[in-house]
């Protein structure tokens, strides 16, 4: 590690050392040969060095070039790049041509490796920097959200730091990760697989996609499919995330450029689910204090008393008073008074600020930054914040060698608050608590009331009042990051270069969890946990590449790889049960003290390579191949091969359709690809674990119990027959651009099918096993995508474009093990989501009404619908398909750019609706005193014509409600179509032309500030599982938000 | 050229390296999970067993409170335990009581019992008696089970179910095979016994009332279960100090099931039944023990149907953070006596002995006050006999043995002989008190061979119906 910061301090030096001598300035203006307009930000680069610039406003630029170089080229995206000889003269006006073939766009693939996108042959689609940073998200890969097609993100919760689930192209895996690999600089980062939500309960944690500050990002590549990601192998078989990071740039004139941006948020509620307010807290049409439900009588029909003769007892409770009938004789203080629950939330705030300082000579760049980002919750006391330090360096040791490297800093964390199905989660306290009860008004009681100091509705059982659990029971974390790598390139020849490059990611968090012993949680007493983990991921590769003109018309490009990863984890966590002083966290202060240890290591290595054959800028062939060895498979099985084919063809570049006006670009992609991924560690065995002494109620018994510790055989049997899971991806697709690049439309078709897929099964019982882990599963996913680019203006002034994303998946679940049709991928027994065998991943299963073959509801003699005695499914939980449309008009400098998301169908579990219709506190139980007739037919066939009340007694004793009956009446159509995201920016750099200030621009961005749904809840975007596979839950999460944002960037 | 040439064969070379060391690097010994023992001490295990049997598959909560709420100690009435009370008790309710029976107790008993054959007999009779209780619970709830194709991992994944016949065969087997191995003269000691201290001879007396009380499930089917059930009795539990019980200790992670039932979810009272019968008809001294008070000394239960917080809960006998869960007893074992003996027509005078010694039993377990109660009450019983008296021991039983699963058994095998009545406000079609646990959801989805015919008023195989009259 020392070593590594004596790099990089060097590198730094070498960065700042002045221009060197011996150079002419050349300057000049870059026009378009199309409209003779100036064209602002232009590329000027001497071939081969750093040394570069770009043009202003105006077209114009200024370089200084070094005597021994004798050419300059041009480029800018949608232009054919130009090289320029230097004659003697200074200036060097140039006029550039549109080049509609988009020939020289350059995307970033596979191991860092830069490739021509007409040459690949596979769809690649990425976001810059600008989209990034106006976006304004603290979690980068939100900015992806609506503008790349076949990408779901899905932000799990509406609080500050919550994790955020991705997933290109449908899943790929059962019950592994399906997250795509995040790859930094060309280095795998630990990214989706840690961090998350621990369960159905607890806080929402962060994965670790959100320590990268957006203000670091150039780009991301966001890697599709199998013939995309071959290169990455196993990590990557759910595709991959490419982010390159800023680097320094030379311009001469100029030692340092620095970038400052800035925004504050502004977050609001979004959606909430609706309440009744007209009856109150109590039950039977009765109030009584303390009772859980809101089946209590008409508030307008019940008034408040401080009568002693029934408001004495439970006083410190119902503050206001008792509530006593109208009609009582009593005296009394005034009418019933409701409450509005939502009035806990508050405006979040965030600031970002990002301050980086750049520059470069020829031989030397270097960048520093620094972001700090602190977000202020909707909920109080929820916080997050996040600062990042990063530098980054290159330099030229003579001709032939360049080592470069980066170090980023990042420290996060923040202060969590309880959500989900936890007796101290605030919005099941919010949202359960009868509208005639206060909870803000107080959370503390000055003396122990009947055995709590907590003030709940419930007399201090039951729930927590989300006051309390917002300044009581807390939750914090903080981690610390270094990503970091150091890269050799030597360049052996002009054709030839090896490249070693050494990255590591290690993290350490440390986090505090609080349950107040007066809480009215589950666990008496309270708790201190402590805990600390680590993670250390090193990742290196060594390469050799070709790139070479071997006859007339060929090119070939090879690369030859080896790699070897290490993933490294280790957690340690101690809880302190049954606090003996209240609101003394330590772990000295329980009546049980019980600690554990968890380690993962994963070692991998891989030899690789990439062979790209073209033809006349025409044909191109792509061939790969890898071969990997993992240690979480068996000896003898732990070695697996998997190749990948594709082929490109530009059709337009035969003689007859060459320099066509309508169409000048067309090309036909195809490729094959097989991707293999190994077990997850330690499943090639049986082991004895601490005995889980748990009956499903209750948090059951610790160990070491009463001084005796135990072992118990694990109910996970190992497998010793274990071999790689391999997906088999079949893509192709077509890129057409027509006239002068004014429409372009990119169409995919792939087909993925999983095979040989390892899962956690689960075995009956019976067997004395509860799962185990194998390879028996096959899945199949196939999809279309289109991408359709139209500029319907584009004059001096104005400029129009839209850019239109579609994507649609299916998938099916073709089998899953021996004997097993359905596996539990997260929820409550119950109420489920599920794998399904026939069915699309992601089923949600539960019971049903019974019904007749028509699908009529069978209603029994008393009027009601039946429960069916069995679970069914009841719908998918993915879309069935999306879109995003983006448009961004533009005049002169002012422009305004709308991103539409339409997520069209899948269902979620609206377990809330379904819990407060037994509360009696949701809109759907205003109805209460209505009479009401089910559509269905009775056992006789006959149409129902029984009226029936939806009353206290069917909500609540009967299985009326998602808490007693069926959860299909709560399985809700998730889809939407919003404004996700509206930016206004002007860029005032014209007119800051004279001064010292390079780039100026200020823009105001507005995040789902429209949404429409049919969902009965808090904005759909959300799940309770956090980023796991299980998505479709909505059991009293954290509602979403909307957001304002002003912002400023400064360059000088 | 030449000399990028060397170059170039020594970084090639040093590729080739990297990859010879690919041995050393990709090592199988990494996947061996640094956390987990692969191999553990029997004691370990059966501390873990004996905390799971009385947390879960012996006294739990899917067990003690579902079957005390259909005999009528407790009345639900939220959430599920309402359902319960309703008659509702779905496959996924129980799921985590099949499974945990299976893996955690019953895997984890023929672990020990592998590692103790021709090692420890006294490990392995322990592991008998324990494995014998669990199937014979396991069994009485849920009839024909899985066992002679049952635990056997991969082998074996959808395990066929042996009728309840069998099950029973295998029972008395264990028991009688442990009764040998406790036996065994000059034993090793074992560790990790946390219900009797590895002492062997009071795993025997255990071993003997367990054995006679199987035999005695079987009574409608054979009516010399009586008399072979006396004879089993000789050399069973011996006093209230000798039961087979689980202590719990008050500490987070160290409580009693029913106490964390009651303080993390609540949902349950005391029911009208119970309390009525001990506070108004027997004035039982007991019943401060059983239940708390509502204000100085009132007790009340919940009726059918009623909901109210302000009544009865369950006492410290049960609820206490400490207290005991029972596997067998003292108790128990005096009632099998007095049954036996009256269905065995022996003198009536020996029966009312019997019948009174253990109600005493029972006083003297909880520290009751019962001097002068019981002068009362046995002047009451020396005048009973007949079908009274019968009924009499059977409704004691019902009492002595509160909140314990095996009264569900007695009343089934007893057809209600103390005449408990079904909850009246539930519609025609399932009116009447549950006999039987549903099958398992993970077994019914995992395992084709699960029966599919069976509900809550199914039969076990020695449940059957009295022939109408």
């Not at chain 1, 900015?143 to 500050?160: C, E, F, H, R, W």
Request: one cysteine or more; hydrophobic letters at 35%; glycine letters at 10%.
């Amino acid at each position: 590690m020392r070593k590594f910061t004596l790099i990089l301090a060097i590198l730094l030096m070498a960065g700042l050392q002045g221009v060197f001598a011996q150079t002419r300035v050349i300057s000049g203006t870059v026009t378009s040969s199309d409209d003779k307009q100036p064209i602002p930000g232009v590329t000027v680069v001497v071939p081969g060095t750093t040394i570069g610039t770009n043009t202003g406003m105006d077209g114009k630029y200024v370089l200084a070039v070094p005597s021994k170089y004798t050419s300059i080229t041009f480029s800018y995206v949608g232009m054919k790049t130009k090289l320029v000889p230097l004659g003697t003269a200074t200036t060097v006006d140039v006029a550039m041509d549109n080049d509609v073939m988009n020939m020289d766009e350059v995307v970033v693939t596979a191991i860092g490796i830069p490739r021509e996108s007409k040459a690949l042959s596979y769809s690649v689609q990425d976001v810059g920097s600008d989209d990034i940073m106006k976006a304004a998200r603290t979690d980068a890969v939100n900015a992806l959200q609506g503008k790349v097609s076949d990408v779901q993100i899905i932000n799990s919760a509406g609080v500050a730091g919550g994790a955020t689930y991705v997933q290109i192209r449908g899943v790929q895996s059962i019950t592994q990760n399906n997250q795509p690999l995040y790859v930094v600089d060309g280095v795998p980062i630990s990214g989706s697989e840690s961090g998350g939500v621990y369960g159905v309960d607890g806080v929402a944690t962060s994965n670790r996609n959100i320590d990268l500050s957006p203000d670091d990002i150039e780009s991301m590549s966001v890697l599709k499919g199998g013939a995309a990601t071959a290169l990455y192998g196993l990590r990557a078989a759910s595709g991959a995330i490419v982010i390159t990071t800023k680097k320094g740039k030379n311009t001469p004139g100029k030692k340092i450029s620095v970038n400052f941006n800035t925004y504050v948020q502004m977050d609001k509620v979004s959606m909430l689910p609706k309440l009744q307010t007209t009856y109150g807290q109590g039950h039977n049409g009765n109030w009584y204090s303390g009772d859980r439900l809101t089946w209590g009588a008409k508030n307008d029909t019940m008034s408040l008393s401080k009568d002693p003769s029934v408001w004495n007892t439970w006083k410190d409770f119902d503050v206001a008073g008792a509530n006593v009938s109208n009609n009582s004789s009593v005296s009394k203080t005034g009418a019933v008074q409701t409450y509005n629950p939502y009035d806990f939330f508050q405006t979040g705030i965030t600031t970002n600020n990002a301050l980086s300082l750049s520059g470069g000579t020829d031989v030397s760049t270097f960048y520093f930054s620094f972001s700090d980002n602190q977000s202020k919750g909707i909920v109080p006391n929820n916080k997050f914040r996040r600062n990042t330090f990063k530098i980054a360096g290159d330099t030229k040791m003579g001709d032939h060698f360049k080592l470069s490297g980066s170090a980023n800093y990042m420290i996060s964390g923040g202060d969590r608050i309880q959500q989900g199905s936890n007796t101290s989660g605030v919005m099941l306290g919010l949202l359960r608590t009868p509208n005639t009860f206060d909870n803000s008004a107080g959370y503390e009681l000055s003396t122990e009331q009947n055995g709590t100091i907590e003030r709940s509705y419930r007399h201090g059982r039951g729930y927590d009042n989300p006051y309390f659990t917002a300044n009581k029971n807390k939750y914090s974390d903080q981690l610390n990051r270094l990503i970091g790598n150091v890269q050799v390139d030597y360049f052996a020849t002009k054709w030839l270069s090896f490249t070693y490059r050494l990255g590591v990611d290690w993290w350490g968090r440390k986090w505090n969890d609080q349950l107040n012993k007066y809480s009215a949680a589950a666990y008496p007493d309270g708790w201190n946990k402590d805990g600390q983990e680590t993670s250390k991921d090193m990742n290196s590769d060594l390469m050799m590449n070709i790139d070479k003109d071997f006859a007339k018309d060929f090119n070939l490009k090879l690369l030859v790889g080896q790699n070897m990863t290490r993933q490294y984890y280790k957690g340690m966590q101690a809880t302190a049960n049954g606090m003996v002083i209240p609101e003394y966290y330590n772990l000295n202060n329980g009546t049980t003290v019980s600690a554990y240890t968890s380690t993962s290591e994963v070692r991998r290595a891989a030899i690789y390579g990439d062979l790209q054959l073209s033809w006349k800028n025409m044909l191109y062939l792509n061939l790969t191949g890898r071969n990997d060895w993992s240690t979480t498979l068996p000896q003898g099985k732990n070695s697996f091969f998997y190749p990948s084919v594709g082929a490109g063809w530009i059709f337009t570049q035969l003689p007859g359709l060459k320099d066509n006006k309508v169409l000048p670009y067309g090309k036909i992609r195809i490729s094959y690809a097989i991707v293999a991924k190994d077990a997850s560690p330690y499943n090639t065995m049986t082991y004895y674990n601490t005995p889980s002494v748990l009956d499903g109620w209750t948090t059951g018994l610790v160990f070491p119990w009463n001084g005796n510790n135990a072992f118990a055989l694990s109910n996970n049997l190992g497998n010793n027959q274990l071999k790689p899971e391999k997906t088999k991806t079949f893509e192709v697709g077509t890129d057409l651009k027509f006239w002068q690049n004014r429409f372009g439309i990119s169409y995919t078709y792939f087909n993925n099918k999983g095979q040989d897929l390892i899962l956690s099964v689960p075995i009956a019982a019976s067997t004395g096993y509860s799962t185990t882990t194998m390879n028996a599963a096959s899945m199949t996913t196939y999809g279309h995508e289109i991408t359709v680019d139209l500029i319907p203006i584009k004059t001096k002034s104005w400029t129009w474009d839209i850019l239109l994303n579609w994507s649609l998946i299916k998938n099916n679940v073709d089998a899953l093990a021996p004997g097993v049709t359905k596996l539990f991928l997260g929820g409550f027994e119950g109420s489920e989501i599920d794998a399904f065998a026939g069915q699309p991943y992601r089923t949600i299963y539960g019971y049903d009404w019974q019904r007749d073959s028509h699908g009529n509801l069978l209603i029994g003699d008393d009027g009601y619908p039946i429960m069916t005695n069995d679970m069914v499914g009841l719908g998918n939980v993915d879309p069935k398909w999306t879109a995003g449309i983006g448009t961004n008009l533009k005049w002169k400098d002012l422009s305004l750019y709308l991103l539409f998301d339409i997520k069209y169908g899948g269902m979620m579990w609206n377990g809330t609706r379904g819990a407060l219709d037994y509360f009696g506190t949701s809109q759907g139980t205003a109805n209460r005193d209505e009479w009401y007739t089910f559509q269905g037919v009775n056992s006789k066939g006959q149409t129902n014509n029984i009226p029936v009340k939806l009353d206290y007694f069917w909500r609540t004793q009967n299985v009326g409600s998602g808490f007693t009956g069926p959860m299909v009446d709560y399985v809700e159509n998730s889809g939407w179509v919003r404004l996700r995201t509206v930016t206004l920016s002007y860029n005032f750099t014209n007119l800051l032309k004279k001064t010292f200030i390079k780039g100026l621009s200020v823009y105001f961005t507005g995040t789902n500030l429209w949404i429409s749904t049919k969902y009965q809840g808090i904005d759909p975007e959300t799940n309770l599982l956090g980023a796991s596979n299980a998505q479709g839950i909505d059991y009293f999460n954290m509602p979403g938000t909307k957001s304002y944002t002003l912002g400023l960037n400064l360059a000088f | 050229m030449k000399n990028i040439n060397i170059k170039l064969i020594g970084l090639v070379f040093l590729m080739a390296l990297a990859l010879g060391s690919c041995k050393k690097w990709i090592n199988t010994d990494v996947n061996i999970n640094p956390d987990a023992p692969s191999d553990v001490p029997m004691g370990s295990i059966l501390t873990g067993v004996q905390a799971n049997m009385a947390y879960n598959t012996i006294g739990g909560n899917d067990l003690c409170r579902v079957t005390s709420i259909w005999l009528q100690y407790f009345q639900g009435v939220a959430r599920q335990s309402q359902s319960t009370a309703n008659y509702y008790l779905l496959p996924s309710d129980i799921n985590n009581l099949w499974v945990t029976n299976y893996t955690n107790t019953m895997m984890n008993l023929k672990t020990i019992a592998g590692k103790a054959t021709g090692s420890n007999p006294t490990y392995m009779g322990i592991a008998e008696v324990l494995m014998a209780n669990s199937l014979g619970v396991t069994s009485d709830f849920w009839g024909s089970i899985p066992l002679s194709a049952a635990f056997q991992g991969v082998a074996n994944l959808t395990p066929t179910f042996d009728t309840q016949e069998s099950v029973y065969t295998e029972i008395l087997r264990l028991l009688d095979d442990a009764i040998i191995q406790l036996s065994t003269p000059g034993a090793p000691t074992v560790d990790g016994d946390v219900m009797y201290g590895g002492d062997p001879m009071l795993w025997l007396e255990a071993a003997h009332s367990l054995k006679a009380r199987y035999i005695l499930h079987k009574c409608k089917l054979d009516n010399t279960a009586y008399t072979q059930a006396l004879a089993a009795l000789d050399g069973a539990i011996s006093s209230n100090a000798n039961d087979l019980q689980f202590d719990f200790y008050d500490a987070a992670g160290g409580q009693n099931p029913l106490y964390q039932f009651m303080t993390q979810r609540g949902d349950i009272t005391m029911a009208k039944v119970f309390i009525d019968t001990l506070q108004l008809v027997r004035h039982d001294p007991r019943l401060p023990f059983f239940a708390t008070a509502v204000g100085d000394t009132a007790y009340v239960g919940n009726g059918w149907g009623e909901v109210s917080g302000d009544v009865s809960m369950p006492g410290n006998a049960v609820a206490a953070a400490s207290a005991p869960v029972p596997f067998i007893t003292y108790v128990e074992t005096l009632f099998m006596k007095a049954e036996c003996l009256y269905k065995t027509n022996a003198p009536v005078a020996q029966v009312r002995t019997a019948l009174l010694a253990a109600v005493t039993a029972s006083m003297e377990k909880w520290g009751a006050d019962y001097t002068a109660w019981m002068g009362f009450y046995s002047m009451y019983i020396n005048v009973a006999s007949g079908a009274p008296l019968y009924k009499e021991i059977m409704t004691q039983k019902w009492i002595a043995l509160y909140n314990q699963a095996e009264g569900f058994n007695d009343w089934r095998r007893t057809d209600n002989v103390i005449g408990l009545q079904a909850n009246p406000l539930i519609s025609a079609q399932r009116n009447e008190i549950p006999r039987h646990y549903p099958e398992a959801q993970s077994e019914t989805n995992y395992n084709p061979n699960t029966p599919t015919d069976i509900n809550l008023w199914s039969r076990v195989w020695w449940d059957v119906a009295a022939p109408t009259k």
